[in-house]
């Protein structure tokens, strides 16, 4: 079964970090590229970040960029979001999800072949 699982989500004050992890199975993450995103209920779909099979290209969003840093462990199938710098606005739940081609956001956003179940990230004082 190819499964995608988010953790590392929680309760975090402004200003601070929370690394999310998302681990593949069912499939070799080697020659996926993989995407996060973030949606709350009833809103749109925001493309956050995403990374290439080999990792050698990486897309940010606007609002995330110089803040997060997405990275992969093809030994360990993980896919990374190092996320520093929180404001209360990055408060989400957050997908990973392979895809079809890392590309600018939002393009990779509506390429998306299955996601995870989500981690919620909490930012607040």
């Known amino acids: 079964q190819l499964q995608l699982v988010e953790s590392g989500g929680g309760l975090v004050q402004p200003g601070g970090s929370l690394r999310l992890s998302c681990a593949a199975s069912?499939?070799?993450?080697?020659?996926?590229?993989i995407g996060w995103f973030r949606q709350a209920p009833g809103k749109e779909r925001e493309g956050v970040s995403c990374?290439?099979?080999?990792?050698?290209?990486?897309n940010y969003s606007d609002s995330v960029k110089g803040r997060f840093t997405i990275s992969r462990d093809n030994a360990k199938n993980t896919v990374y979001l190092q996320m520093n710098s929180l404001k209360p606005e990055d408060t989400d739940t957050y997908y990973c999800a392979r895809i079809r081609g890392c590309t600018v956001v939002p393009g990779w956003t509506s390429r998306l072949d299955f996601w995870g179940q989500g981690t919620q990230v909490t930012v607040s004082s």
């Open positions: 990374i290439s099979s080999s990792g050698t290209v990486t």
């Open positions: 069912g499939f070799t993450l080697d020659f996926y590229d």
